[in-house]
């Protein structure tokens, strides 16, 4: 399977498939939040100052923003006041003293929705532009975007809690192929464009060649090969973990500039980080 990413142009990742390995995702996750207890709810998670109630209840609230897309959507634009670290905190005030119960039925319903209006709109054929921090992009790359944040916050939740994150190489691939191009694209705001070829391994893995010509590229070609996690890398450019061991092999400068995203979501604002 190979995967195009770029952002002039069309992308090449087959949203109905993505649709599908979403779906999974959320029904794996939801299955381990069946089992959670009030100390699991109230357990820490990655995220700072988070619970996993509170990881939970924000996957609900992009859920419910995600049912409302429509074109030219601004909610995740930082020209528009979008800024990750400080507008989801504002988003939960909405939902303070639900209970777990309550946050998991909202996150089924909120979940069952978001699937249908983007099965809908597949099925119409529609397409248009939304707004993201970097750039304006078919609403469907949105739609990854989204996936990548679930997948990031159930590790988020489950790995603090010393769990197995029941992921699959389709997630992990999606995850890490999103990963990697929108941490380029914000290089590519700052200046700092990256055209590098990273072989990685493990569940998800394969060939991801980043290149900067008229925008920002990501092709990818899954293969099974040897190389650093793309799990790991995934939450390393997320700024979930440290970046040496995984993108030691990488340039100095490549490095860097790949990690302007981490270093932005681990640089406090007020009201705090995310």
Known sequence: M????????????????????????RQRFV???????????????????????????????????????EPDDRTLDISAGYDPRVTPRQWLTASVGESPGATLSRFLVTTQGRFAADRARLAQGREFDVRMP??????????????????????????AQGREHPTDSDSTGYATAYGLFVAAAVASVFGDPVTEKLILGGDGGGVFDLGNRDGVTLTVTRVTTAGPSAA?????LAGRAPAAGVLGDLPAGSRTALLYMADFFNTPAEPGPV
């Open 2 to 25: 190979t995967l195009l990413l770029q952002t002039k142009g069309e992308c090449d990742f087959g949203p109905g498939h993505l649709l599908d390995v979403f779906s999974q995702q």
């Open 134 to 159: 970097f750039g304006p992009v078919d609403w469907t790359v949105r739609m990854l975007h989204g996936f990548w944040d679930s997948w990031l916050h159930e590790r988020d939740v489950l790995l």
């Open 31 to 69: 299955t381990v939040l069946r089992g959670f207890g009030p100390g699991d709810w109230a357990a820490p998670t990655r995220c700072a100052e988070w619970s996993a109630q509170d990881v939970v209840r924000h996957l609900c609230d992009t859920n419910m923003r995600a049912i409302a897309v």
């Open 232 to 236: 790991q890398v995934t939450d390393a």
